[in-house]
């Protein structure tokens, strides 16, 4: 690893992020079309914490991950607080991995 | 929806803070490992900010893999947050300043916290994101070797649960449930198939089945315009 591959990372990304904030602005949208932002956004939040859910490195991520995020799943349902939900979830896993779940 | 209690709110955030710190660390003893030094470790932190980029690009040049395919394939991964920004842009504000300090703290804990809850929990959320994980990122580096595996915690589970949470209360309106459902498919039945950070983009697609008309939990006023009868169907 070197500096100027992160360095090259760090551009790349920060102007991907600006590039979004910036464009919106010299962009007229419709009702729908914001909509259809916003729910762009849901899309790939949801995508991302699917795939982290139940995949690494291009396989099932294994039970004892999905378990946990299921129990985080049913305490959010359940309208539990934040800090529990996170706590539920990483208390669940890290539990079934001592009992030799993978 | 939750109220947004001052009190509230800031332990949600530390909450998130915490986890995303715990996450912070266990990149820093990767990075250690994989014989990076402090600075390139802690620099990649500040710089890029965008953990999961950031954990692909070490693995794959301590794989042996050429640093030039590792920044590709990480730009690839942070592609997402072009269209973060295109979602996000009022929240973050629109003067330059705002602009410029917010872009690098949009990532994906600070929008999807930051989503329906306004300003103040974006650049609360952000900053304190940004903190946790550069401290978390020197502790597992000078840890090193004392830093067990990570994933012996559960914060693995962590991640997931809490962009689940955070996002729960959006997905009771019925296209962002449809959109949502089959964005996680999509990227799902994609992933064997194809590079990290590519999965999630395919997921974008699940916005064909959004619908035609505006929701009708969106702004009341919207009348849909002369021409457009169809309301969808769970309206």
Redesign the interface.
């Known amino acids: 690893?070197?500096?100027?591959?992160?360095?090259?990372?760090?551009a790349?990304?920060?102007l991907?992020?600006?590039?979004?904030?910036?464009?919106?602005?010299r962009m007229t949208l419709s009702?729908?079309l914001e909509?259809?932002?916003?729910?762009?956004?849901?899309?790939?939040?949801?995508?991302?914490?699917?795939?982290?859910?139940?995949?690494q490195d291009?396989?099932f991520?294994g039970w004892?991950?999905t378990?946990?995020?299921a129990?985080?799943?049913l305490?959010?349902?359940r309208r539990v607080?934040?800090?529990v939900?996170?706590?539920?979830?990483?208390?669940?896993?890290?539990?079934?991995?001592?009992l030799g779940v993978q | 929806m939750r109220s947004l209690n001052r009190t509230d709110g800031l332990r949600d955030v530390l909450a998130l803070a915490s986890a995303v710190g715990v996450v912070g660390a266990s990149f820093g003893a990767l990075a250690a490992a994989a014989g990076i030094p402090l600075a390139l470790a802690v620099g990649m932190s500040l710089l890029v900010f965008a953990g999961g980029s950031q954990f692909l690009v070490v693995s794959v040049v301590a794989a042996g893999g050429s640093p030039v395919a590792a920044v590709v394939a990480g730009l690839l991964i942070n592609a997402r947050h072009l269209p973060f920004g295109l979602a996000m842009a009022s929240v973050v504000g629109r003067s330059w300043p705002r602009r410029l300090l917010g872009a690098h703290v949009l990532i994906d804990e600070s929008v999807a916290f930051a989503r329906g809850r306004g300003a103040r929990a974006f650049w609360t959320s952000g900053v304190a994101l940004f903190v946790f994980w550069n401290v978390g990122t020197v502790v597992g580096v000078l840890g090193g070797a004392a830093v067990p595996d990570t994933d012996a915690f559960g914060i693995d589970a962590a991640f997931p649960a809490a962009l689940l949470a955070l996002l729960f209360p959006g997905l009771r309106a019925a296209d962002a449930r449809r959109v949502g459902l089959t964005a996680a498919a999509l990227a799902l039945v994609a992933t064997p198939f194809l590079p990290p950070g590519l999965p999630v983009l395919v997921g974008l697609l699940g916005l064909v089945v959004a619908g035609r008309a505006p929701a009708a939990a969106t702004p009341p006023a919207a009348t849909p315009p002369a021409g457009t009868p169809d309301r969808g169907p769970a309206s």
Do not use: E, H, I
């Not at chain 1, 909509?35 to 995949?55: E, M, Y």
């Not at chain 1, 939900?85 to 001592?98: F, I």
């Open positions: 690893m070197t500096w100027p591959a992160v360095l090259a990372l760090a790349g990304t920060y991907l992020r600006l590039s979004g904030l910036v464009l919106r602005d009702p729908r909509r259809l932002l916003d729910l762009g956004a849901t899309a790939l939040l949801v995508a991302l914490l699917a795939t982290a859910a139940l995949t291009g396989g991520a004892a991950r378990g946990g995020v129990v985080g799943a305490a959010a349902w607080p934040f800090v939900v996170v706590v539920l979830a990483a208390a669940t896993t890290a539990g079934l991995r001592l």
